[in-house]
């Protein structure tokens, strides 16, 4: 007996989502995983607000070419290569917990500062370049503790789900996150739409002040539960 494909293919597309759901409603049960979720939501969605306006900004208000933006993103690329190539050192001398909420907060204090910088194009260049830099360290450091964290608290039987959850979420904030940048920016303006982001990716830093995230020590205290 043959099957159609399209239900085949209806079926396949259930299981899925049944799956990430699954994954998110053991996320929202777990103290550790509910924390870096929710950390890891409330920065991507203001960061995805400052990233969407940014380059408008840049351009319109800031006055700066189509180079000198591109140099200030490359600054966020060497950043997170930095990070990347350090990270192992940093996680021995400081442990995972520390480095979390340390990339947290320099990464959010970047992103706050960012409505702030001022001078000609020339000199904002250099600035936000050097501010990218900062951020990019800080935040792939925290992108990659907290995913090791999060696949070290979850029970091997769940980690697909967990994963796909957590990643779904993730990236269907994203798009929200750019329309909201949108509308904002065309009734408040562009540098009041960054000050949006800047009051908002420090909400993130609660999730992991008030959890157990940043007294983590070693990645072997984490007991997968």
């Not at 700066?64 to 990270?87: D, K, P, Q, R």
């Not at 990019?136 to 992108?143: H, S, T």
Request: aromatic share 8%.
């Amino acid at each position: 007996m043959e099957h159609e494909p399209g239900a085949a293919d209806g079926g396949l597309v259930r299981r899925v989502f049944a799956d990430i759901l699954g994954g998110l409603r053991f996320t929202v049960t777990h103290t550790l995983l509910r924390s870096i979720t929710g950390a890891a939501a409330v920065f991507k969605v203001f960061a995805s607000i400052m990233l969407t306006i940014f380059v408008i900004y840049a351009a319109r208000v800031s006055h700066m070419s189509a180079g000198e933006i591109g140099l200030v993103f490359a600054g966020f690329g060497v950043g997170g290569l930095v990070a990347a190539t350090l990270l192992d050192r940093a996680l021995s001398r400081v442990g995972p917990g520390r480095l979390l909420l340390g990339g947290y907060v320099i990464g959010a204090a970047a992103i706050v500062s960012l409505p702030f910088v001022g001078g000609s194009a020339t000199m904002r260049t250099i600035i936000f370049a050097a501010v990218f830099f900062i951020a990019g360290c800080a935040i792939v450091a925290a992108n990659i503790v907290e995913m090791t964290i999060l696949q070290a608290a979850t029970p091997n039987v769940v980690q697909g789900r967990v994963a796909a959850g957590f990643g779904f979420l993730i990236g269907a904030l994203t798009p929200i996150a750019a329309i909201v940048a949108g509308v904002l920016g065309d009734h408040i303006g562009l540098r009041a739409t960054l000050f949006v982001a800047s009051a908002g990716v420090p909400l993130s830093l609660p999730w992991i002040v008030f959890s157990k995230l940043g007294r983590i020590e070693s990645l072997n205290d984490i007991e997968p539960s």
